[in-house]
């Protein structure tokens, strides 16, 4: 089993910054790769970005890309999600997720066996 750990969500104006973190425990050697995911009121689940564990390749969808960076600490079993040029089309719960093998890829849902519990980030126009 894997447990995941979300933290660093709350408030902030537009144009503003977060950063957001997710540590993992428990077997995590078994990690192919982490991801972020986000899901607004009345909206489903949608990728924001992941990372391969073993050689870092990133990957973002077209929404966040070079706003958002996602980034690693091997050492600490970490994954990190620094959120620049918020906006409020951002505002989402942001869900961090893990999966054990390449599964259908980095974007769908089904890819990930593991998820964190979630952290509200707000943004205000």
């Known amino acids: 089993q894997v447990q995941l750990v979300e933290s660093g969500g709350g408030l902030v104006q537009a144009g503003g910054s977060l950063r957001l973190s997710c540590a993992a425990s428990g077997r995590t050697f078994t990690t192919y790769r982490m991801g972020w995911f986000r899901q607004a009121p009345g909206k489903e689940r949608e990728f924001v970005a992941a990372i391969t564990w073993s050689d870092s390749r990133t990957y973002y969808a077209d929404s966040v890309k070079g706003r958002f960076t996602i980034s690693r600490d091997n050492a600490k079993n970490t994954v990190f999600l620094q959120m620049n040029s918020l906006k409020p089309e951002d505002m989402a719960v942001y869900y961090c997720?893990?999966?054990?093998?390449?599964?259908?890829?980095?974007?769908?849902?089904?890819?990930?066996?593991?998820w964190g519990q979630g952290t509200q980030v707000t943004v205000s126009s």
């Open positions: 997720a893990l999966g054990v093998g390449p599964g259908m890829g980095y974007a769908p849902i089904r890819s990930y066996s593991y």
